[in-house]
């Protein structure tokens, strides 16, 4: 089983940026896949998840700014992070819900 995320870095506030994690070794298609963050002295805090039936459900600090969704013939999950803060930034990873966890990439908001 592989979870390999994609597409942090490093970004000034307002701006945009779309995470990718690629899957493979279980049945993508089935699974509710979530994006999950930890910043710097803080728990890990559930982002965004999308079901096998494409419901999405958002925490409320990103709702109305991030996007989750999903390629099920590609096997991935993305996501599209718009108005970027401060506060945002934090390591992000991907997480099926078998318990699988990919090994994060770093988003960084800063001026």
């Known amino acids: 089983v592989q979870l390999v995320e994609s597409g942090g870095g490093l970004v000034q506030p307002g701006a945009s940026l779309r995470l990718s994690c690629a899957a493979s070794?279980?049945?993508?298609?089935?699974?509710?896949m979530s994006w999950v963050r930890q910043a710097p002295g803080k728990e890990r805090e559930l982002v965004a998840s999308?079901?096998?039936?494409?419901?999405?459900n958002y925490a409320d600090f990103v709702k109305g700014r991030f996007s989750i969704f999903r390629e099920n013939a590609r096997n991935t999950v993305y996501l599209r992070m718009n108005s970027l803060k401060p506060e945002d930034t934090a390591v992000y990873y991907c997480?099926?819900?078998?318990?699988?966890w990919g090994q994060g990439t770093q988003v960084t908001v800063s001026s």
């Open positions: 997480r099926a819900d078998q318990g699988y």
């Open positions: 070794g279980f049945t993508f298609s089935r699974s509710i």
């Open positions: 999308i079901n096998k039936w494409f419901s999405t």
